[in-house]
């Protein structure tokens, strides 16, 4: 059977972390859904860079914005909106048969505005009522700035996806703000079935960090066989350790008394996803930040290489609630080398957040190459 559709039977639903206009148009995304199992997608500043820069995708739109005065935001703003709505109608079908479970389609707020708490609210109401679907997720950075936007934009029924999330205490900090945010919305009358949410967890990021930090330390004089050791084993090891402790905080969070009252009114738990599961290292199987992270109520959202490469070599189990004790204790060997996953996981949003800032201002710059008469 193949390996994408096992998946489902495991609790997890695969999104694409991937999107250009050709998708919808050609069908490749109705295949997706028809063979793999494919149940949504995500989109950021990156890949829609990738999308204008490396097709001909959106050639009408440019030739009719063209001399029309618009500015690269507003355009680029029509082009990810057309193609958000695009792939919502796509996934309407598995959305409708799954009761509003999923089928979404992904679209984030400007990363500039990742440490601003009214400017992120503000852009993404604006953002939900131009994109008009009940399938589609605004994406809101987990930044410090992030969490109130994302409880107040939960109290007000949108669908956030929660993104650029490392650290399992800002997790917590998710989560219990989405409880807070259904809360507030229930109060206002408001219909707990019709929110989803997803809390986007980044996986080899935080592997490719805590590599840096642990060749550095290898390299460094004095150190000795005992804490060679300890580095050596750690390498590769921390992002699904991180990972499995923040799904067990997630098995802890929606599993309470206050969660059930929530889940009594219709409310929908919020999925923890996976995101940034390309294996970086050599050293690592390719499909390593799949197989190690199945469980139930999670997605993970794979750009194409790793889908085909798990549909031809994927192996699926349980593996998300194997050997908790183990990821604690990993974690707690990096914290006894030196190494602090607080700073790492901190400088990892905040270099997450300038990545993000780049590709948009190197979209905006592509887009506005594409104007020029």
């Known amino acids: 059977m193949n390996p994408l559709r096992q998946l489902e039977e495991f609790g997890q639903a695969v999104w694409m972390d991937n999107l250009q206009r050709s998708y919808i148009t050609h069908g490749t995304l109705k295949k997706l859904i028809d063979e793999d199992g494919l149940k949504g997608l995500t989109s950021n500043p990156t890949i829609f860079q990738k999308a204008v820069s490396g097709s001909q995708d959106y050639a009408d739109l440019f030739t009719a914005a063209r001399g029309k005065g618009l500015s690269a935001n507003d355009v680029y703003e029509q082009l990810a909106i057309r193609d958000i709505q695009g792939a919502a109608d796509v996934f309407?079908?598995?959305?409708?048969?799954?009761?509003?479970?999923?089928?979404?389609?992904?679209?984030?707020?400007?990363?500039?505005?990742?440490?601003q708490t009214q400017a992120t609210m503000e852009e993404a109401r604006r953002l939900w009522k131009q994109l008009d679907r009940p399938n589609v997720m605004v994406k809101v950075p987990g930044t410090e700035a992030g969490v109130p936007a994302f409880e107040q934009l939960t109290a007000e029924g949108l669908n956030i996806n929660v993104t650029l999330l490392f650290s399992q205490e800002r997790y917590r900090q998710i989560a219990h703000a989405y409880l807070t945010g259904l809360e507030r919305f229930a109060k206002t009358g408001g219909d707990l079935s019709k929110v989803a949410s997803v809390a986007s967890f980044f996986v080899s990021r935080i592997d490719v960090a805590a590599d840096k930090e642990i060749e550095q330390r290898l390299k460094a004089a004095g150190v000795s066989p005992e804490q060679r050791k300890l580095l050596e084993g750690l390498s590769g090891k921390v992002a699904i350790a991180n990972a499995k402790l923040a799904y067990r905080s997630y098995q802890e969070i929606f599993s309470t008394p206050r969660w059930k009252a929530l889940a009594a009114k219709g409310a929908r738990a919020q999925r923890v996803l996976w995101a940034s599961t390309s294996t970086k290292s050599p050293k690592l199987r390719d499909v390593i930040y799949v197989e190690e992270l199945i469980g139930p109520d999670t997605v993970n959202t794979m750009p194409p290489a790793t889908i085909d490469a798990f549909r031809d070599h994927g192996k699926v189990r349980t593996s998300l609630v194997e050997d908790v004790a183990g990821a604690k204790e990993t974690m707690r060997q990096l914290e006894a080398s030196g190494i602090s996953m607080k700073t790492l996981t901190d400088r990892l949003t905040v270099d997450g957040v300038r990545l993000f800032e780049e590709s948009f201002s190197a979209l905006l710059a592509a887009v506005a190459e594409q104007l020029r008469p």
């Open 92 to 115: 309407r079908p598995v959305f409708d048969a799954l009761k509003g479970k999923d089928g979404f389609a992904s679209l984030e707020v400007s990363p500039a505005l990742a440490n």
